[in-house]
């Protein structure tokens, strides 16, 4: 599993850094804060409960811009914070929420409540936001994630936005296909937030550069029809 996390590391490292240059000793400190917020068995019992339930399986990564008619079919379900609104409309749960804590508060409460699991990340200029929020998230659902590696029960996720977090998350999981529903990374969505940073187009353009350079590393092609987006498996080994 954290092999395969590699592949998420490496990219944010080649692509995020090179672009908007964060310092990686911010996400260091930031997740020192978090040394023994929760036990690395807590944490390895968790992903591999969200590891059995994707591995070989067909995965929806649901988005902003969902409509819930396409995503009813959906089984194995991963979504950003900005997905669940339209998961609530669908009246599907999903398996997994990623969030780094800037939605709006009603929208986080919500993906807390209906996901079995919350993956909170962690990163360079959030600690005080995430610092209060993880106490609100039953311990049960929680796993912390980060860009980086640290010595800490973190898990190394790599990837940048919330929405290419949940992607490749999916692929490090081992998932056969990843379905990608109401995403744009060309247009920027604010309706889960209550404000949208000026950087915002800038990260999503990130994000996609992150996520080809992780399908490429893990082994998966990539298909773009009108609006939905494939990552298809070829390499599983």
């Known amino acids: 599993m954290l092999a395969r996390a590699e592949a998420?590391?490496?990219?944010?490292?080649?692509?995020?850094?090179r672009m908007l240059g964060y310092p990686e000793v911010n996400e260091l400190n930031t997740a020192m804060h978090?040394?023994?917020?929760?036990?690395?068995?807590?944490?390895?019992?968790?992903?591999l409960e969200i590891m059995e339930r994707v591995s070989g399986k067909e995965v929806c990564v649901v988005g902003p811009l969902a409509s819930p008619d396409?995503?009813?079919g959906c089984n194995a379900i991963m979504a950003p914070e900005g997905g669940v609104i339209s998961l609530l409309?669908?009246?599907?749960?999903?398996?997994?929420?990623?969030?780094?804590?800037?939605?709006?508060?009603?929208?986080?409460y919500q993906a807390a409540e209906v996901s079995d699991y919350v993956l909170l990340h962690i990163h360079g200029d959030n600690l005080n936001?995430?610092?209060?929020?993880?106490?609100?998230?039953?311990?049960?659902?929680?796993?912390?994630?980060?860009?980086?590696?640290?010595?800490?029960?973190?898990y190394p996720s790599g990837a940048f936005t919330d929405g290419d977090r949940a992607i490749a998350i999916s692929m490090e999981m081992g998932a056969d296909e990843v379905k990608v529903f109401g995403f744009n990374f060309?247009?920027?969505?604010?309706?889960?937030?209550?404000?949208?940073?000026?950087?915002?187009?800038?990260?999503?353009?990130?994000?996609?550069?992150?996520?080809l350079n992780i399908a490429s590393g893990l082994g998966y092609s990539v298909d773009?029809?009108?609006?939905?987006?494939?990552?298809?498996?070829v390499n599983k080994a």
Not at 8 to 17: D, N, S, T
Not at 224 to 233: A, E, H, P, T, W
């Open 8 to 17: 998420g590391v490496r990219a944010y490292r080649e692509v995020v850094e």
């Open 34 to 47: 978090f040394d023994g917020f929760i036990s690395c068995d807590e944490l390895c019992a968790k992903l």
């Open 70 to 72: 396409e995503i009813r």
């Open 89 to 108: 409309e669908a009246g599907l749960r999903p398996l997994a929420v990623t969030t780094d804590g800037d939605s709006s508060l009603q929208v986080f």
């Open 129 to 154: 936001r995430v610092s209060s929020l993880a106490k609100e998230i039953p311990r049960s659902k929680l796993l912390i994630t980060s860009q980086v590696y640290t010595p800490y029960c973190v």
């Open 186 to 211: 060309d247009l920027v969505s604010c309706a889960h937030k209550d404000y949208c940073a000026d950087t915002k187009l800038q990260k999503l353009r990130a994000g996609r550069e992150v996520l």
């Open 224 to 233: 773009i029809k009108n609006n939905l987006m494939v990552f298809s498996r």
